[in-house]
T-cell receptor, first 112, second 115 residues
Framework: GQQVMQIPQYQHVQEGEDFTTYCNSSTTLSNIQWYKQRPGGHPVFLIQLVKSGEVKKQKRLTFQFGEAKKNSSLHITATQTTDVGTYFCAGRAAGTASKLTFGTGTRLQVTL | DAGVTQSPTHLIKTRGQQVTLRCSPKSGHDTVSWYQQALGQGPQFIFQYYEEEERQRGNFPDRFSGHQFPNYSSELNVNALLLGDSALYLC??????????????FGNGTRLTVT
């Protein structure tokens, strides 16, 4: 079955440093979504990418979808303590319309 | 505008028992998906309901079953509970319409502990 892996599993940064998480799917994706889950909370939708090579920005967050639509990345510039949480990518395999498979997640810790 | 609501928030059950979890979708949403999230892991897809039918199912045994009602609310039932069923159960709603790409809106989850 489809597998979605993320690296790293965990990253600890000082506030102001940059952070990147990488997402890799075993199958080609029709689209990819990113979610953030704060400690003790539930996943919250951040963004969706659909086109091959697509790049989207949300303030300090930059999201990319790979040319082959099998990988994606999230880059945070100048992290803040409010960025703390676990970031999940989630993708739908091409041809499977409804099942959204979540990645393994990257937990980000930011300290002053 | 109410978001996704789940009940109960916490539940403790004994091995072999049965449990029912409930979910009301966000207003305007017609599709409900259920996910199981073990501690420190990503949500695992259980199944999705649309128009009162199970549209797709993940790799979960038949002990996991569900239902969607005409008002779009949904229930997740788990029979013959195992210790390994202890997890956070997340309900997510979305609006399918003509697109399967709608983002998911999650509820706060039900924390199930099986002893």
């Amino acid at each position: 079955g489809q597998q979605v892996m993320q690296i790293p599993q965990y990253q600890h940064v000082q506030e102001g440093e940059d952070f990147t998480t990488y997402c890799n799917s075993s199958t080609t994706l029709s689209n990819i979504q990113w979610y953030k889950q704060r400690p003790g909370g539930h996943p919250v939708f951040l963004i969706q990418l659909v086109k091959s090579g697509e790049v989207k920005k949300q303030k300090r967050l930059t999201f990319q979808f790979g040319e082959a639509k099998k990988n994606s990345s999230l880059h945070i510039t100048a992290t803040q303590t409010t960025d703390v949480g676990t970031y999940f990518c989630a993708g739908r395999a091409a041809g499977t319309a409804s099942k959204l498979t979540f990645g393994t997640g990257t937990r980000l810790q930011v300290t002053l | 505008d109410a978001g996704v609501t789940q009940s109960p928030t916490h539940l403790i059950k004994t091995r072999g028992q049965q449990v029912t979890l409930r979910c009301s979708p966000k207003s305007g949403h017609d599709t409900v998906s259920w996910y199981q999230q073990a501690l420190g892991q990503g949500p695992q897809f259980i199944f999705q309901y649309y128009e009162e039918e199970e549209r797709q199912r993940g790799n979960f045994p038949d002990r996991f079953s569900g239902h969607q009602f005409p008002n779009y609310s949904s229930e997740l039932n788990v029979n013959a509970l195992l210790l390994g069923d202890s997890a956070l159960y997340l309900c997510a709603s979305s609006w399918q319409g003509a697109s399967y790409n709608s983002p998911l809106h999650f509820g706060n989850g039900t924390r199930l502990t099986v002893t």
